[in-house]
């Protein structure tokens, strides 16, 4: 995407990574509670957990005429490519760049990976504290992901009881009422390679490189917030859950490096593309990406279950937004 322009390249990479991005967002956003009650003083629960979003069909494909791509390069086999979260298929969309006569830059869009439904686990430990007020903290430690680079997250969230401030059911029972609000960030840094060789063969250009390209790395960082108002029914056994409210998530993707690309240079051809050294894009992206992740065109609406067998505990719930979400969990917990 790099070898026709950088602009359009922020564009065809917004378009095509922003499935999994939302999907992992509204991942984040999830799971954060499974009852409006908060713990009494100094009470906890530590509760490892799994949420999978669900990419809805409209974001499996995207139409690459609609993204305004500055430079006007030439489709072949149409222009509805699959998004990360498509299908996989031999037949792709190609765009080819030319100054004149000259192709300078070709290549067919990427694959889509046939994953529709994204999970992500979770770990959090909740504390209650002082005016029926619960804090909680979620961490997933940076793992490396072999040659590929590493992951990892963290959040906090604090839930409020809401119940405590109302006269009319102050002292109902088993009824709860509580609101809430969560940040969650998750940070993937990614090695990556594309030396010269990959755009000499693409296209036939002639390499005039020296220097090395081994310095090429990816960082993506996706930001999950969400504020909801919890309802819960708690008895003994089993408690019933559901709040409604809002989700948004953010994202950044920095590639950092020396990238070669191909250019017309007169002085050398004026029959083929040229790589050189001098042509190379540094540090090209650093791009933001931001959606509502379902709270624009759709409430977040959640229900759920809980059951309790003494301090252990076992919770499902749903989530309907632009990209649902099913989460389930299983924890410890006291007071």
Known sequence: MLSGSKDDAQKLMEAYLK????????DLNSAWYNTAKPHKLLGFDLTASISAAFVPSADKTYDLKSLGLSTNPTFTNGTIAPTIAGSKTDVRPSLEYKA????????????????SIIPAPMFQLGLGLIKETDVTVRLVPTMKLGDFGSVGLWGVGLKHSLKQWIPGIKMAPFFNLSAFLGYTKMTVDGNISFPPEFYVSNINAIDQTTLPYDNQKTQMVIKGFTGNIVASFDIPVITFYGAVGFATTSTSLKLTGDYPIAKIDPSVSLTQAVV?????????????????SGSTTKPRLNLGIKFKMAIIHIHFDYTYANYSVVSAGLGISFR
């Open 19 to 26: 499935p999994y991005t939302n999907a992992f967002g509204a």
């Open 100 to 115: 004149g006569t000259v192709t300078y830059a070709k290549f067919q869009t990427p694959n889509g990976t046939g994953w």
């Open 276 to 292: 050189k050294d001098s042509y190379k894009l540094v540090d090209p992206i650093n791009m933001k990406m931001s959606s509502s």
